[in-house]
């Protein structure tokens, strides 16, 4: 949690300075470098104390030469000075969640216990889409619940539909009436 607001705090001078294209440039560039964390050996040396801050800044640096990016190269030598290379992957990800946010594109998921066809997944993403003025795209996640959960955490939209719950409710209606 803390590592994600560093990110928001790094990223955010980063999206004033830049135009769109220019931020989906380098959002390719953080994603390229932000795998190699995914490497033990580069994540190993990353955080070792025995190599020091110029070598580490240096090996990102020749990572992303080929774009011969003044921003981009000024950005990595900010984060080496403040030791914070290895929040890289959470730059990257902070990054495509900011472009999203101006494109209006969320991902969300919906969990249920059973299956739910494609064209319905897709219908709701549009209804949702068309509620919040947004394009959303969900992704179907089966999970241990007994009815249906949509979730767009970047919207703060959690819908839950539970069969539990509606059974209850209808139950509690059909004493009401008698």
Do not use: W
Not at 32 to 43: G, R
């Amino acid at each position: 949690m803390q590592h994600e607001l560093i990110a928001k705090r790094y990223i955010k001078p980063l999206v004033e300075l830049c135009d769109l294209d220019t931020l989906e440039n380098i959002s390719d560039l953080f994603g390229t470098v932000a795998e190699a964390f995914k490497n033990e050996k580069f994540l190993h040396i990353m955080n070792s104390s025995e190599v020091n801050r110029d070598a580490k800044s240096q090996l990102i640096l020749d990572m992303v030469a080929p774009a011969n990016s003044t921003v981009v190269n000024n950005f990595i030598k900010l984060l080496a000075e403040n030791g914070r290379l290895v929040l890289i992957p959470e730059l990257s990800c902070e990054l495509k969640r900011e472009i999203a946010r101006s494109k209006r594109m969320y991902k969300g998921s919906i969990y249920s216990n059973g299956a739910i066809e494609q064209s319905s997944v897709d219908a709701i993403a549009r209804d949702l889409g068309n509620k919040f003025g947004a394009t959303i795209a969900l992704e179907y996640v089966p999970a241990e619940y007994d009815g249906i959960r949509v979730e767009v955490d970047e919207l703060n939209v959690e819908i839950n539909f539970s069969k539990t719950r509606l059974n209850a409710q209808l139950v509690e209606h059909i004493l009401k009436a008698i």
